[in-house]
């Protein structure tokens, strides 16, 4: 009897990632941070680990019951493993990168770790990949964010993509502006829920306007015509006249893009400031990415997460590289001439009677001969 079957278990939500999707990962990764960095977008590579006040502070603090802790053995402190990167580049751009010029744009790539996923999604580890531009509250910034990332989702095959655009923190600003305190919770779950009744019921003398909002929901053209036409306190309407403004310049550098709005979500948005979004691969309507306008530590701030499992699972599979097995004792310099000319050669250890039988078992296609490349195939 063996202990292999223990040895290999691994925590729920964990897995290992084999051949080919480990490397179907490693290129959407390069691809995506090629994308970004075209655009200016400057790469860098926060810790796993971090000491948890510090990983913890600011916008951090959002992730806070998704980190995993340890003590570190050097200084007895608390340390927590990152549940997101973004509060990380937060961190940089202001303690590493205050000196350098605004706006700062940011680029990351990399493994996060959670205390626990979601029914829709029960991994707790996964990669993602972003870019932030700090130190602009223009709306330019939310818009290249937004059509740089769908140009990155194009470079690995992900053209169907509709975009989600949100307020969260136009609800909030019309009850405060309405004085309505009461039964807030229960109003914004209600809201969430899409209850008209409920919010009718609840949301006093702003009732009104929180059941216009609700039906405001849907594509972008139909959904500005309905905002226009509400009052609104005067944070809440530079938020809407900015989702406008941002949807317009979008309508420029990605045209048939497929935009619409929902004014009253807020989940996952809570550290937000201003106009949020999310990305959607329209078939199979898998989230993609999610990001939006935050601050950062006084600093205007925007930017987009991209979840490259998700990506994966969406992106066109990987073309297997053509493969030639290698016999021993060919000379090196043909296989670096096969490498050259975009061969992946798999060399042999052993001498064999039978190269191309041999081929087929290492998942070759093609034998390295004394004449050249040929197929492995059997051709009896």
Known sequence: MTDTPIR?????????????????E??????????????????????????????????????????????????QKTMAVRADMTPQVVRIAQARLGGEP?????????????????????????????????????????AEVLSVAVEALAAVGIRDISI????????????????????????????AHRDAGAARTLGGVAAPVLEALLAAAGPLERALAKLSTLAMPAHAAVERDRLARVAALLAKTAPG??????????????????????????????ELGRGGRYMSGGEPATGLTLDLDAVQTVAPARV??????????????ASAEARAAGWITVAGFET?????????????????????????????
Request: overall charge negative; charged content about 20%; aromatic content about 6%.
């Open 8 to 24: 290999a278990l691994l925590p729920a939500g964990l897995h290992d990632t084999l051949p080919p999707e480990a490397a179907h």
């Open 26 to 75: 490693a290129e959407i990764l390069a691809a995506v941070s090629q994308c970004f960095a075209a655009h200016g977008y400057e790469r860098v590579k926060p810790p796993l680990v971090e000491f948890e006040d510090t990983l913890l502070d600011g916008a951090g603090g959002a992730t806070a019951s998704q980190c995993f802790r340890v003590m570190d053995p050097l200084t």
């Open 102 to 142: 605004r706006p700062l744009r940011l680029s990351y790539g990399g493994d996060v770790l959670r205390v626990k996923g979601s029914q829709l999604r029960p991994e707790r580890q996964f990669m993602q990949a972003g870019l932030e531009v700090i130190g602009s509250d223009a709306a330019a910034a939310d």
């Open 164 to 191: 989600d655009l949100s307020l969260p923190t136009l609800v909030p600003a019309i009850l405060d502006a309405n004085g309505v305190w009461e039964s807030r919770q229960e109003l914004m779950l209600a809201l």
């Open 257 to 286: 893009l497929i935009l619409t709005v929902d004014p009253v979500e807020s989940r996952g948005f809570e550290y937000y400031s201003g106009l949020a979004f999310t990305l959607f691969a329209r078939h199979p309507g898998i």
């Open 320 to 333: 297997r590289g053509r493969r030639v097995y290698v016999p021993l004792g060919t000379a090196a310099s």
């Open 352 to 380: 064999v009677t039978d190269a191309a039988a041999e081929a087929r078992r290492l998942g070759c296609d093609h034998v390295l001969t004394g004449a050249g490349i040929a197929p492995s195939a059997d051709q009896s």
